[in-house]
């Protein structure tokens, strides 16, 4: 239980997520920093809270909505699960396609994501057990990567934590903590859908603790690590024509890691191929939400939804 969440936020999505203090609200280190813990610290309850679900209730999250819902009214929430995960997934593959590309001239954002696409078509096809095992290892080459991006890279994001930074307004606090606490809450009705076949017997406190520091462990670093680069990027040229006026997440984590040579390189291509670990789970509930919607659609094979989720 908590490789698969630790996997899933352990990437270059949670880490794109933090650069939009610094890139976008004009935020500097410090205050990115203190916002990014205070949120992560309490956004991350949820979807640990909802995660205990799965395993006492043996349903899916879609499922469990007509408790509250009712049965006819539980539709409501399930399209909208239905559009909201394949936006989700449609974002994830961007990122990665977007680091793929800045490996090679050769590369381009589209084929990018056409390769991620299909990595994650093949895992989630695989089915439950095995995205499970996947996740279990899919967190090594980015912690990997922000091991070395921090090594790398230090000097620089030290010689930036005095550099001047205009003063954020209460609107941009609150938009940067928006994004932060959204992209954290968006997996609460994902997260009982991966413990339907554990033990009912489980200890919930267990699975509550497990999830939660899963979830903070995995996005407070990638927060932080996605803050503490975007902001010092400006103030570095190699860094700042990597990230493209703060377009391409894949681009800046590349040019860090550019001294390090061809390690580098299959660093970063190792990163974009891991974005499967957050793209899987989110197709496959793409697929078992579409199936919840009505029984008709429950009667259609699991398979067919995730092909028409690859297609778009």
Not at 11 to 28: D, H
Not at 194 to 215: C, D, E, K, M, N
Not at 219 to 246: C, E, I, K, R, Y
């Amino acid at each position: 239980m908590f490789f698969v969440w630790f996997s899933a936020n352990m990437n270059i999505l949670t880490f794109s997520t933090g650069t939009a203090g610094p890139a976008y609200f004009s935020l500097g280190v410090h205050g990115s920093l203190i916002i990014i813990v205070i949120v992560d610290l309490v956004a991350c309850l949820l979807p640990a809270f909802f995660s205990v679900f799965g395993p006492k209730l043996g349903t899916r999250a879609m499922v469990q909505a007509r408790f509250s819902w009712g049965y006819f009214g539980a539709i409501i929430p399930t399209v909208l699960n239905v559009f909201s995960m394949q936006g989700f997934l449609i974002l994830n593959c961007i990122v990665g396609g977007q680091t793929l590309a800045s490996l090679s001239s050769h590369l381009n954002d589209t084929l990018g994501i056409v390769i991620i696409g299909i990595i994650t078509l093949v895992v989630t096809f695989c089915g439950y057990r095995i995205i499970h095992w996947y996740e279990s290892i899919a967190w090594i080459p980015s912690v990997i990567a922000f091991i070395a991006m921090l090594g790398v890279g230090y000097p620089q994001l030290r010689d930036n934590q005095s550099a001047p930074v205009s003063q954020a307004t209460v609107a941009e606090v609150i938009s940067f903590a928006s994004i932060l606490a959204s992209s954290v809450l968006s997996w609460c009705t994902m997260t009982p859908d991966y413990g339907v076949y554990h033990s009912p017997a489980a200890s919930s406190a267990r699975i509550f603790l497990y999830t939660y520091l899963a979830f903070f462990t995995a996005s407070v670093t990638a927060h932080t690590l996605g803050a503490a680069f975007a902001a010092a990027a400006p103030n570095v040229p190699a860094w700042n024509a990597g990230f493209d006026d703060s377009s391409s997440v894949g681009g800046l984590l590349y040019s860090v890691l550019l001294p390090t040579g061809a390690f580098g390189k299959l660093l970063t291509a190792l990163v974009a191929l891991s974005t499967p670990s957050a793209c899987a789970p989110t197709m496959y509930t793409f697929s078992t939400s579409f199936m919840a919607v009505a029984p008709w659609f429950a009667a259609v094979p699991r398979w067919v939804y995730i092909l028409i989720s690859e297609g778009m």
